[in-house]
């Protein structure tokens, strides 16, 4: 126990120094704050240059709401729970595989070094948002994880900042369905990773703007503003009760598993959920939602 503690604590410490080194240091381009910032300000640029719902004020409603949620979840959520959350389980799961004899390289197919770099790098991305799919839908269909995924969905005016508008359970929830694929191809070092972190961070901001754009034939490899609206739609048809265009990056799972959905142009179509108006507004209460909401009806 006590070394699940330990390694519980130096991830605080670690994650704490990293996040500072971020903060000063501009000599490595794989620095994630500032690429979330250069990202963020030129998807905004964009959306101001190009807007496709042209009455949508460039502060659009909660665009410092999702804001903060934008730095809180991509930095401080590392820091309060989940990285030293991850190592600890992770540590903990590669013991009790010890204790049958195994260990989390068992199950390794290949080693991604052995590979040449962008091979190794188009198979995590491909793997990583395919298995990003799939959890998407789970969130969606199980309805203890939809709970969690109404904070995303309460976005009523879509703009690049509601990309990381989401519940910190979230990342709990795909980290952990992710650990064992990515376990299975390899590793990767930091800098691997960055290349396809900061194209799904522009590729997620891009979905969520104010921006009428699909991409042409593209569209049908690449999610899309004019794709992704429809995924935020309050009202679907009754055969799509569950979601459609559960893409993140890539839109081709949705059009090879028949959960594509693009009725027609969809810039003015309602946006939330059923009841949404009932949904709590400010940050504390969705963090704390639905813990919150059942024991405010036991107050009732």
Same mark, same amino acid.
């Not at 905004?44 to 665009?63: G, H, M, S, T």
């Not at 992770?90 to 052995?114: C, T, W, Y």
């Given at each position: !126990?006590?070394?699940?503690?330990?390694?519980?604590?130096?991830?605080?410490?670690?994650?704490?120094?990293?996040?500072?080194?971020?903060?000063?240091?501009?000599?490595?381009?794989? &620095?994630? @704050?500032?690429?979330?910032?250069?990202?963020? $300000?030129?998807?905004?640029?964009?959306?101001? /240059?190009?807007?496709? %719902?042209?009455?949508? /004020?460039?502060? %659009?409603? *909660?665009?410092?709401? *999702?804001?903060?949620? !934008?730095?809180?979840?991509?930095?401080?959520?590392?820091?309060?729970?989940?990285?030293?959350?991850?190592?600890?389980? /992770?540590?903990?799961?590669?013991?009790?595989?010890?204790?049958?004899?195994?260990?989390?390289?068992?199950?390794?197919?290949?080693?991604?070094?052995?590979?040449?770099?962008?091979?190794?790098? @188009?198979?995590?991305?491909?793997?990583?948002?395919?298995?990003?799919?799939?959890?998407?839908?789970?969130?969606?269909?199980?309805?203890?994880?939809?709970?969690?995924?109404?904070?995303?969905?309460?976005?009523?005016? !879509?703009?690049? =900042? =509601?990309?990381?508008?989401?519940?910190?359970?979230?990342?709990?929830?795909?980290?952990?369905?992710?650990?064992?694929?990515?376990?299975?191809?390899?590793?990767?070092? =930091?800098?691997?990773? =960055? $290349?396809?972190?900061?194209?799904?961070?522009?590729?997620?901001?891009? &979905?969520?703007?104010?921006?009428?754009?699909?991409?042409?034939?593209?569209?049908?490899?690449? &999610?899309?503003?004019?794709?992704?609206?429809?995924?935020?739609?309050?009202?679907?048809?009754?055969?799509?009760?569950?979601?459609?265009?559960?893409?993140?990056?890539?839109?081709?799972?949705?059009?090879?598993?028949?959960?594509?959905?693009?009725?027609?142009?969809? %810039?003015?179509?309602?946006?939330? @959920?059923?009841? *949404?108006?009932?949904?709590?507004?400010?940050? !504390?209460?969705?963090?704390?939602?639905?813990?919150?909401? %059942?024991?405010?009806?036991?107050?009732?």
């Amino acid at each position: !126990m006590q070394k699940y503690l330990d390694i519980f604590k130096s991830s605080y410490s670690d994650y704490w120094n990293y996040l500072k080194y971020e903060l000063i240091d501009l000599n490595h381009w794989d &620095n994630f @704050f500032y690429g979330l910032v250069v990202i963020s $300000i030129l998807v905004w640029i964009l959306e101001i /240059a190009f807007p496709w %719902r042209k009455n949508q /004020a460039i502060f %659009r409603k *909660d665009f410092w709401l *999702d804001t903060f949620y !934008m730095f809180f979840n991509f930095f401080l959520l590392n820091l309060i729970v989940f990285i030293a959350l991850s190592n600890t389980v /992770a540590e903990l799961f590669n013991d009790v595989l010890g204790i049958i004899g195994l260990s989390v390289s068992s199950f390794q197919l290949f080693d991604v070094d052995e590979l040449p770099k962008w091979l190794g790098l @188009f198979i995590f991305f491909i793997v990583s948002d395919f298995v990003q799919w799939n959890t998407h839908r789970l969130l969606h269909r199980v309805p203890w994880l939809w709970n969690f995924h109404k904070v995303h969905h309460s976005v009523k005016e !879509m703009g690049f =900042a =509601a990309h990381l508008r989401y519940h910190w359970m979230e990342p709990v929830v795909y980290k952990s369905i992710l650990y064992i694929p990515i376990a299975i191809i390899g590793g990767f070092d =930091a800098q691997d990773v =960055a $290349i396809v972190y900061f194209f799904s961070i522009a590729i997620g901001h891009l &979905n969520h703007a104010n921006l009428g754009w699909d991409y042409g034939v593209l569209k049908y490899f690449f &999610n899309n503003p004019k794709m992704h609206i429809w995924h935020h739609a309050k009202e679907l048809p009754s055969h799509t009760k569950y979601g459609v265009n559960y893409g993140l990056t890539l839109s081709l799972w949705d059009y090879i598993f028949k959960t594509d959905y693009v009725p027609h142009n969809g %810039r003015d179509i309602e946006l939330g @959920f059923e009841d *949404d108006d009932k949904f709590p507004k400010d940050f !504390m209460r969705q963090t704390a939602y639905p813990a919150f909401q %059942r024991k405010h009806k036991q107050k009732k």
